[in-house]
């Protein structure tokens, strides 16, 4: 199955267009503001650091704080993973009780730069973002106007699916192929980090196994009999039995969206045609499940599709588009693109981990 990990195997939602173009030229070509879902107080045990790096990964950021704080790699926390070819803005928390802040400034340099710093009662958890801004540059871009201009609406009308994309997946998809060897050979991974990641990433592609099929019906984005359904902004689901006038009209007004499975221990939460379809798609891939079942890892449901919100665009007449829009946390800017067009970035980047 190595060879089946091929985000271009994935059907896109919408007909593909003659829209071409390059992203990540220069790490300014891809910005990523974090926006935190709270404020912090000012005061408290943890000190709240906001960061803006280039060129460098999240994980090799946390380690660089704590040596510099003198405490433990466990003390620092954030609220998610950035693009490491990109320049990106996110928040960390450095748990330091009765200390004093070292000279933070001393870290500053070409792929690292302070914005701000604060104090709060609580640390940093994962997942705690209201949204991410991306200011997208693309670099000799090719196609019609006219056909840009209404692909772009019918996304902001209607959204895209919620597809994880390479950087889940690592370099080359080595990720999976990690991930394989753990639950198929029962390779071990001391390093509890890389741990969870290669156990995301495998649930991250069953995940888009349930989506392509989907997709394929064209029913990611409408709901189906026994469908697991997520209130918007919220990861709260519910369960229906079947489709009625009230649950079509609120996915047609984006309240809910249909889901499909983050594959773990517990109830699959779908029954009739969507347990079916889930059933048979992930048939072929029984040992993974199992092995995550087996591993304790909770199931949990997420959205197939996600709004794309604030987006704008400009074209410079010089081959150049600027996207500009926002998502919430742990969807990904370049499944947005893929349902532009066909965009190649260069081959000697790596995923961020």
């Keep these: ?61 946390a380690r660089l704080l704590a040596r510099h704080a003198g405490v433990s790699r466990k003390s620092v926390s954030y609220a998610g993973l950035k693009d490491r070819n990109a320049v990106t803005s996110q928040f960390f ?53 006219d056909a840009v201009d209404q692909r772009l609406q019918q996304i902001k009308q209607q959204g895209v699916p919620n597809y994880f994309t390479s950087q889940r997946f690592g370099h080359n998809a080595n990720n999976l192929v990690y991930a394989d060897q753990m639950l198929l050979n029962r390779k071990r991974v001391k390093d509890r980090f890389k741990r969870s990641i290669y156990f995301s990433a495998a ?14 019906q064209q029913t990611w984005n ?5 469908d697991s359904m997520m209130l918007d902004g919220s990861r709260s689901c519910f369960s229906i039995e079947a489709v009625d ?46 092995g995550l079942e087996k591993a304790r890892l909770q199931g949990a449901r997420r959205a197939m599709r996600v709004g794309v919100s604030d987006l704008t665009w400009q074209s410079d007449g010089n081959g150049q588009l600027l996207l500009e829009f926002s998502l919430p946390p742990g969807s990904y800017a370049t499944a947005v693109l893929r349902e532009l067009g066909r965009f190649t970035e260069p081959k000697v980047l790596a995923a961020s981990r």
């Design 1 to 61: 199955m190595i060879e089946s990990y091929q985000l271009d195997n994935l059907p896109h939602a919408y007909p593909e267009l003659a829209i071409a173009g390059k992203i990540r030229r220069k790490p300014v070509d891809f910005i990523v503001d974090e926006e935190l879902s709270f404020l912090p107080t000012a005061e408290g045990e943890h000190v709240f650091l906001q960061i803006q790096k280039t060129g460098i990964n999240t994980e090799d950021i």
């Design 93 to 145: 928390s450095v748990h330091m009780p009765g200390k004093q802040d070292p000279d933070w400034q001393q870290l500053v340099d070409s792929s690292f730069e302070l914005l701000s710093v604060s104090r709060h009662q609580k640390k940093l958890r994962r997942g705690a973002i209201s949204r991410n801004y991306f200011s997208i540059r693309i670099r000799d871009f090719t196609g019609a106007k």
């Design 203 to 216: 649930r991250s592609w069953l995940f888009n196994l349930v989506v392509a099929e989907r997709i394929r």
């Design 222 to 226: 409408c709901a189906i009999d026994g």
């Design 245 to 290: 006038e009230e649950i079509i009209n609120r996915v047609n007004e984006f309240d809910i969206s249909p889901t499909a499975p983050l594959w773990g221990r517990g109830e699959p939460m779908v029954t009739a045609e969507a347990a079916e379809i889930e059933s048979r798609i992930l048939n072929d891939w029984e040992g993974w499940t199992r």
